[in-house]
C-alpha cells in the first residue's frame, strides 16, 4: 500500500457513462491545469471525475483528498491515436481551475527531451485490479526495471508491430492491471 505524499502526481479517474460513474484509468499530473493519461481510457466518455491526493479514494474525508469533476469535451486525445495499433496510446485532461499544488498534490517532474530510459530503476502505481476482476480502493505501486526495445521483443512475443517509441518493463511477479492504464511510470532518480 502507498502513504499519503508519497506520490503526490498521480490521480484516479472515473468517467460518466450513460450517467453513471465508472471506475476507469490513472493519470499523471504535468501541470497546473494538465493531466496526462492514456487516450483508450477517455473514449466516449462524458463527465470526468478526478481523485487528487489520494490513497484511498473511498474515504472522500481523506487528508490531502480533492475530487474535481470536469465536463465532457475537456480533454484532447492525440490526433493519431490508434487503438488497433496501440499507437499514441496518450491523451490530456484539461482542468477548468488551476491546482494549488501542497504536500499532497505536486506535478511530476518530466523527463528530458530524448532522454533514455533503459535499465533504469521506476515505480509503477495505480488503484487497478489486484485479484480477478477485484479493484483496489488503495493506491498500490510496485518496482519495475525498464528495459531495451530489442530485449522487450525477445521477452514478449508480440502479434503486432512493436513500435520503437514504447517503454518497456522487464516482467516480475508483481505488475500493473484494468484500471491503472494511464498512470504514471516513474524513474527512481537517486537525487
Known amino acids: 500500500n502507498a502513504r499519503p505524499k508519497q506520490f503526490p502526481y498521480q490521480v484516479f479517474y472515473d468517467v460518466e457513462v450513460r450517467k453513471q460513474w465508472k471506475p476507469n484509468c490513472g493519470g499523471t499530473i504535468i501541470g497546473k491545469r494538465t493531466i496526462l493519461t492514456a487516450a483508450h481510457c477517455l473514449d466516449r466518455s462524458e463527465r470526468i471525475k478526478i481523485y487528487f491526493g489520494a490513497v484511498d479514494k473511498s474515504k472522500s474525508t481523506e487528508t490531502g483528498q480533492q475530487i474535481v469533476i470536469v465536463e465532457a469535451g ?22 477548468p481551475t488551476d491546482l494549488e499544488f501542497n504536500q499532497y498534490i505536486q506535478p511530476a517532474k518530466l523527463p528530458k ?69 494511464g498512470g504514471p511510470l516513474a524513474e527512481r532518480n537517486p537525487d
Open 74 to 95: 475537456s480533454y484532447v486525445i492525440h490526433e493519431d491515436w490508434n487503438l488497433g495499433k496501440m499507437s499514441n496510446d496518450i491523451a490530456l485532461i484539461k482542468l
Open 113 to 181: 527531451p530524448n532522454s533514455l530510459h533503459v535499465d533504469k530503476n521506476a515505480i509503477v502505481s495505480g488503484w487497478g485490479r489486484v485479484k480477478g476482476f477485484v479493484t483496489t480502493e488503495h493506491l498500490q505501486y510496485t518496482k519495475v526495471k525498464t528495459i531495451s526495445n530489442e530485449k522487450c521483443k525477445r521477452i514478449f512475443n508480440f502479434d503486432m508491430k512493436f513500435l520503437s517509441h514504447w517503454l518497456c518493463v522487464a516482467p516480475n511477479e508483481k505488475r500493473t492491471c484494468k484500471g491503472d492504464s
